[in-house]
């Protein structure tokens, strides 16, 4: 059930289902380990980045890579003598027309989502994030629920409840007393009263520290440069308000694309959030919020390879799940997340000391379970014995995929069968739809003709 029309294409003899199975894997790992890295790392020159230019920055990224495919699709069907300031203005035309603005909600939302995703794995190791941030689940079933009028089985909600119990285990810390970390101890017993108190205990590991004031103050601030501490509190605070961010500008983005009445290409979409994705970012994250920060150290001040490669990664994350919503089926998502909740975990062992606990173990393997469960189930009618029954076989005569008319050749069928033509949609053609959204795990349905839970043939939860 969970494989498409186009699951037996190839790329060079390898299924493009598995090639986008990969690709959300290592997108899903490498964000996730690189962004903690890049905040829990030595500060360079004395200085850590400021996350509002990262989250900028990504916006600009996404922006340049939607313009670039947007205006490629439109002079596919331009006449070759159109000049190029012609298509620009029908680009410009296609971007800020009819309910282009309606996007300007899911685009801000998606932005917060990014900046508090920067906020959370400052403060939660890598693993601990991946597994929280499958709240996201929840937070979309219940928006769904709410502004698409969806019903939610109570299998399904049973789910849910495990998805948060394992979640809350994970939470869980060892004992009441607990620090966050080793670091956390050194940091906040016997802390020194002096810059030359500090430099008679650390000798030589405070060569690299910048003396910001004769205050207590600016000393601390050197020492947590040197030492970032964890707190998990603020960490899952974060986690949840990205969730929530996430979850409902996704719905709101879905129901955008479903009360449309003007197809309109996924990359054009794509320019719409990236356009409405930077004023918050710039006006909001960049001056109002870093704007004296930024004045008095600069722009890039702490950017290394680790932030280029955070920012990077993050931002073709939107067109690696735009691939996957063509290529990957509901299944291959599903692993893609485990695997890379297992990946995080291993790595977070080895680079992070991440110290591996019983609760641990316990909430991520249901976490796992219950993600995996949530996502697979039969969504065609069940018959009395459990299994999943088959509609009558249909025929679809003629569907559009990137403007070009490809007929399916006609199958002798039973006279009980029937055959339908499909309107053409927003959804189907091109694999082109890549948002401001967290790229961290999530879950997608099919773009397409595959069935959905109410046996019908559009779009269910259309997301990046």
Request: aromatic letters at 10%; proline letters at 6%; hydrophobic letters at 45%.
């Amino acid at each position: 059930m969970g494989e498409g029309p186009q699951s037996s294409s190839s790329w060079t003899g390898i299924p493009l289902r598995h090639i986008s199975f990969v690709l959300l894997t290592i997108q899903y790992t490498a964000f996730v380990l690189l962004l903690h890295y890049s905040r829990v790392m030595p500060a360079v020159g004395g200085k850590r980045y400021l996350t509002s230019t990262a989250v900028f920055l990504n916006e600009v990224i996404k922006l340049a890579i939607s313009l670039t495919m947007a205006l490629y699709e439109v002079s596919q069907r331009a006449p070759p003598s159109m000049p190029a300031t012609s298509l620009f203005f029908s680009l410009s035309s296609a971007v800020f027309s009819g309910d282009s603005w309606k996007l300007a909600i899911p685009a801000s939302l998606y932005t917060l989502a990014n900046s508090l995703q920067y906020i959370a794995l400052s403060n939660l190791e890598a693993a601990t994030f991946q597994v929280t941030y499958q709240l996201k689940l929840v937070s979309t079933t219940l928006f769904s629920l709410f502004l698409l009028r969806r019903s939610i089985s109570p299998r399904k909600w049973a789910i849910l409840l495990l998805l948060v119990a394992g979640i809350a285990l994970v939470q869980l810390p060892d004992s009441p007393s607990d620090p966050i970390s080793i670091r956390d101890k050194r940091a906040h017993l016997n802390f020194p009263r002096s810059l030359e108190e500090w430099k008679r205990m650390e000798g030589a590991a405070a060569a690299n520290l910048q003396k910001r004031s004769a205050t207590y103050e600016g000393i601390q601030e050197d020492l947590l440069l040197e030492h970032p501490t964890l707190n998990g509190a603020v960490g899952l605070l974060a986690t949840i308000g990205a969730c929530v961010a996430s979850g409902f500008a996704t719905v709101y983005f879905e129901k955008v694309l479903k009360d449309s009445t003007t197809p309109t290409s996924l990359w054009i979409r794509n320019v719409q959030l990236a356009i409405y994705s930077i004023f918050p970012a710039l006006f909001i994250g960049v001056i109002f919020f870093d704007g004296e920060k930024i004045a008095n150290q600069g722009f890039f001040d702490g950017y290394n390879w680790a932030v280029w490669s955070t920012i990077t990664i993050q931002a073709l994350g939107g067109i690696a799940a735009a691939f996957s919503i063509t290529y990957a089926d509901r299944i291959a998502k599903n692993l893609a997340t485990g695997v890379s909740i297992i990946l995080s975990t291993l790595a977070s062992v080895w680079l992070f000391d991440l110290q591996l606990t019983a609760n641990f173990a316990i909430g991520a393997a249901v976490v796992l379970a219950a993600t995996y469960l949530y996502g697979n189930q039969a969504s065609g009618p069940v018959s009395s014995k459990g299994h999943a029954t088959r509609p009558p076989p249909i025929r679809i005569e003629n569907y559009e995929k990137g403007g070009d008319a490809e007929t399916e050749p006609t199958v002798s069928s039973p006279p009980n069968d029937f055959s339908i033509k499909l309107p053409t949609t927003p959804l189907s053609g091109g694999a082109g739809l890549s948002t401001s959204r967290p790229t961290s795990p999530n879950h997608h349905s099919r773009a397409g003709s595959s069935r959905n839970a109410n046996g019908g043939y559009f779009t269910k939860n259309p997301q990046e």
